[in-house]
């Protein structure tokens, strides 16, 4: 038997995750992570500094993790610089990244991705890497207290590189293979390459999904009166992720724009869809900018302001108030969530160690800016 021929042999096994089943905390429950309490840290990479929702996480049986990650270094310095052709393998393929300030460019599956603040992405299980990022110059205190924003504009983009992440599980938990070290990319083809793998873990009709802030699928839309209560009117975007996530996150940004101002891009097509809303076995919200004020079930009011981030239960706490240029995401956790597994260790290690050779075919596009859908190779 060949050496490929051995590797794939034992792939049966290592497919789908086959650890603990994930449990959301079905529990009237609420857990707050304040920002004045956060701490960043480079877990993974000297340049990015992480600073995750932990007290969200382990309230909700460590099921779903979301962090703010804010870059920190120039990309020219030997210890940064662009990533390699990497991919991340959470149970169900679920990672979230939405951009609140400077610029990024992304590969993703041969296609280029220059984005910035408001920029949504599923990544998806996909091959990716991070080839470029803004960063301010600011010292480190400076730099992660710089105002952060889900509308593009023109201050913001001129900030470090930050976005919310969010996994199901922790990335240590799961696989993270290198596909492609950096210093084996070839600039003229590595970066063109669609790649097909069968680790993905994606539920049916899950995919890659994109959402520019400025789409038309993206506009927000007048959340009707009564809602909650602002002193400027209160808009909603849907971040559409219901159908590419496989049915297993809602998500939304409910905001409002500066006293006197119009900053929110606004569609014309009538009040919002609130049905979303009302979904989530588990919700998790996260201040952009600005404050909200919630309500827990024994009727007892707090207020969250930017950075905050609250984690509950279905029921166990309710958005009531948003002050003026306020933008506040919204994540609600369905219950497909339930029926997903871990990995365990021996997968994650294995996985991680075949490395680039998890990768079963491969199509070089003629061009990096259009072209078949990312993930094409996966259907």
């Known amino acids: 038997m060949s050496a490929p021929a051995a590797v794939h042999s034992n792939w049966a096994s290592l497919v789908h995750p086959n650890g603990d089943p994930i449990r959301l905390n079905h529990q009237d429950f609420v857990a707050i992570d304040r920002d004045r309490d956060a701490t960043y840290d480079p877990i993974y990479r000297p340049q990015a500094l992480y600073n995750r929702v932990i007290n969200g996480f382990q309230a909700n049986n460590e099921a779903f993790l979301l962090q703010e990650v804010a870059t920190n270094l120039p990309i020219y310095r030997p210890d940064a610089g662009p990533t390699d052709f990497h991919l991340h393998l959470p149970p169900g393929g679920f990672q979230l990244v939405l951009v609140t300030s400077g610029l990024f460019t992304f590969d993703y599956d041969g296609l280029l991705h220059h984005v910035g603040p408001g920029a949504l992405i599923l990544q998806s299980a996909i091959v990716h890497r991070q080839s470029s990022y803004s960063w301010s110059g600011l010292p480190t205190d400076a730099n992660l207290k710089t105002a952060q924003t889900v509308v593009p504009d023109p201050l913001s983009m001129g900030y470090s590189g930050k976005f919310i992440e969010a996994f199901i599980t922790e990335p240590t938990t799961f696989p993270n293979p290198t596909v492609v070290h950096s210093d084996e990319i070839d600039e003229a083809e590595t970066p063109r390459l669609a790649w097909s793998h069968p680790f993905h873990d994606r539920p049916p009709a899950a995919s890659f999904w994109f959402q520019d802030p400025l789409s038309l699928d993206a506009l927000y839309r007048p959340l009707p009166d009564g809602i909650v209560k602002s002193p400027m009117p209160a808009h909603v975007r849907d971040l559409a992720i219901v ?137």
């Open 243 to 379: 159908a590419p996530s496989g049915h297993l996150v809602v998500g939304h940004i409910i905001a409002t724009d500066p006293r006197g101002q119009s900053l929110l891009p606004k569609g014309t097509a009538g009040a919002a869809d609130i049905t979303g809303l009302g979904k989530g076995e588990v919700v998790v919200y996260r201040v952009i900018r600005g404050t909200a004020e919630f309500k827990d079930g024994a009727g007892k009011r707090f207020e969250l302001a930017m950075g905050d981030s609250i984690t509950a239960g279905k029921n166990a706490a309710t958005l009531v108030g948003l002050g003026e240029n306020t933008q506040l995401l919204r994540l609600g956790l369905l219950k497909g969530m339930d029926d997903l597994r871990r990995w365990t260790t021996a997968q994650r290690d294995e996985i991680d160690g075949l490395a680039g050779r998890i990768v079963t075919r491969t199509e070089a596009r003629p061009q990096r800016t259009q072209g078949r859908p990312v993930g094409f190779l996966y259907e």
